[in-house]
């Protein structure tokens, strides 16, 4: 164990280069829009910052953010139809000189997208390293717009492209080139493997995803409305971090896609953090959380993770970097008598029978309200249930009108015994969602079942089956 | 009284009587129903009297489903609206929630529904019908309360003909008349009640039904009769003094600020009895102006019927409490014309439980208005001449399921069969009735 008393470091090098202080950098997005923002953002405690793309002229479109809230939670979702960066390119380079000087230490990664010739790359990469980048990114993921006109995602969904591009940044780059990955195409590793074949140092993923966020159901226009129309934009935001830590999985998983990779795509906090870094990658980036709350949030991310690496016994990143990829397997690697239950502790029932319902409508119908004599035991659909509650006479308690006491005798637990579900261990297939659905903190564990059989998966099943045949269905 | 009086008088009972229970804005309400957990076969749906399919109507609300959210109230419980505003939901819906055992806050069902009842209203929306038939078979209802009228609109939903005597000039019964106006305001009783009226239920204003006679004329006109009466008037202080003018029982003060626009009060009053009306009468006196409120019981406490939040509430609002002691005499100015005090005296409790005075313990209160409010009387003149109508200490005798009395003729509900609910009490008894009296009229009508 390293000494408790030395902070954690949490700094670190991407692809051995590119020095950062914490592993926390802005993605390229309206956060680093310009070189004041990317200074606050580094009083705040940032590490890096991609600048938001530079490139050819545009002109943006106004309204540009759609979301999708939650249950009362604003922005699980977010989606843009803005375009690369709609300033001067010799102001964002003159800019990215001045904070370069004024933050050494931090990192300053220039993203990139020009139109699909040798020469247009290869200038656009001396500026920036000219300006004082700490590195590149290209922008190959950006879904909306710029695809339109054969950049963006549009070199990206082709691996061809990206690998000539890749090489043609290569030809002329003193500093790391990171390909930035679109999640729009059925195989992240293909185009992986092409940016590796391009000379790529690192990876960067994901881009947002292709969406249509709603529909304004008195106007029937889709958000964003701009002038009576939509288009589709790009996700983010914490709806899409599941889908995003999958792909850093694949292509951390692949030896031909394998590369130094900045994982993104809806990070909030320090643990969202944690996981990407725990399957492989060597930093991650953040927007849709600095666009919500602002700058101010590095700080938790920074503690956050420094008090979890200090209580996990980490000294530094590269300590758990990567350590989760081994538990990820194909399916048919995983043992079949592997076998779980779930058990209701029924002390912390609070009795809404959320798990009932669920196990019911959505699983395996193994969970019962039988602990309490109804007639119908454990036979009783949940309609049944519930029509016979609605049978029941119900009264507004008044204790002077009533004079037997409602003393319904001992219960054992703070949740009548009646409310209480039941699970019947030897039905339970232990897919988890009653545990899922429960409300309540540690109320459903699930607990392994000791069957005495040894570890068997698919694949070893099959092997010594003659049927070569079988196939799930 | 004039109608500009009429109005200065509601402009000044509005301005007396803030709601103590405001209502949700947009934001707030869709935020809190969200907090809904959506329980499977729900407490709270369990723990109310008509049932309102709770998680179903919030749901609907964090859907921005007002209206189907609304008729899912109204399908259940006609007097949605009101029953939002009066239900002591501490001890029912909101008392069920199983947040309780998680130590968090209790869902606010009560605004919720009243944030679903309220833009029901103001969207001008009618109560559905659930026939557009009109079908064979004629009942009456006597009293407009709450037990009637759930009864009348929902035999009346269903096609059949429905009429309604009620002996005063508005309907609603407790609601209109009763409630302190900081919990329900007549006029939204008023408007709910309208829905009911616009199904085609007939109501008879100033009809007051009583003697044999007038029994026997319904009993030929209509299929089958609802006694819907709720309960007498307040009973009386029965000590020396308890007749003076000064002396006005619970109901018909309250039913004078509210509807009579008398906004008098005394400046120093006691409330005799510690039921949930004393406690309405001593916070009506409170805002009415009185500067000494005091509340007098011959218990403490753990015996009194007030819901113990409707106690702190009065407490909080400045009510003074009198425990063990009882009122011996009122008594009155040489003139005769004024209140100047009340003798009191107090009570311990035997081992059997019945009262014994204190000797020497006598006290005495300086008041000059005494509100009795030491509970309601039976109709015990009316229910005699309901003959073949069985009564118990007061109560008519009903099958719980159906409402059925003894004599087949007759259904009841309501606090003249619970001996003095709730408002969605009544409104249970009456929908309950009601189906089964539509079966009968099924059949009848075959």
Redesign the interface.
Known sequence: MPDQNIAPDISVRFAGKIYSPNPFWLASAPPTNCGEQVMRAFDAGWGGAVWKTIGDPIVNVSSRYSSVDWNGQRMMGLNNIELITDRPLEVNLREISEVKKRYPKQAVIASLMVESKREAWHQIVQQSEDAGADGLELNFGCPHGMSERGMGSAVGQVPEYTEMITSWVKEKARTPVLVKLTPNISDIRVVARAAKRGGADGLSAINTINSITGIDLDTFIPRPNVDGKSSHGGYCGPAVKPIALNMAQQVQGDPESQLPLSGIGGISDWRDAVEFLLLGCSNVQVCTAVMHYGYRIVEEMADGLANWMREKGFSKISDFQGLSLARVQDWKHLNLNYKIVARIHEEKCIGCQLCYTACWDGAHQCIHMDRAGTSNGHHATPAMREAESRQHIAMTPIPKLDHASSGNGAEPFATPLARIPRVDEVECVGCNLCSLVCPVEGCITMEQVDNHLPSQSWEERTANSSNSARKCD | MSTANTREASAELIARFPEIHPPFDQVSA??EA??C?????A?C?????T?IDVPRFIKKI?QGNLRGSALTILDANILGASCSRVC?VD??CEGAC??H??NKQPIEIGRLQRHAMDAFHQNGAAVPRKTTEQRAGRVACIGAGPASLAFAAELRQRGFAVTIFESKLLPGGLNTYGVAEYKLRSSDSLREIELIRALGVDFRFGAAISGESSLAQLEKEYDFVFLGIGLGVIRTLDIPGGNHPGVVDALKFIEGYKTGGKLAVGRSVVVVGA?NTAIDAARAAVRLGAEDVQILYRRDEQSM?AFLFEYEQAKREGVGFHWWAKPVEIRHSQDKQKIEAMECVHVQAASDGSLGEISGSQFQISCDMVIPAIGQSPLLEFLQACRGVRTESGRIVVD??TGRTAHSKYFAGGDCV?????V??AV?DGK?TATAVAALLEEVHA
């Open positions: 869709i935020t969200n907090r957990l959506y329980c499977f076969d407490p749906t369990a723990a109310c009297p049932h964090a002591p001890v029912l199983v947040y055992r998680y039921g019927s719980r399921l619970n001996g003095g609910r709730e969605v009490d249970a309950r």
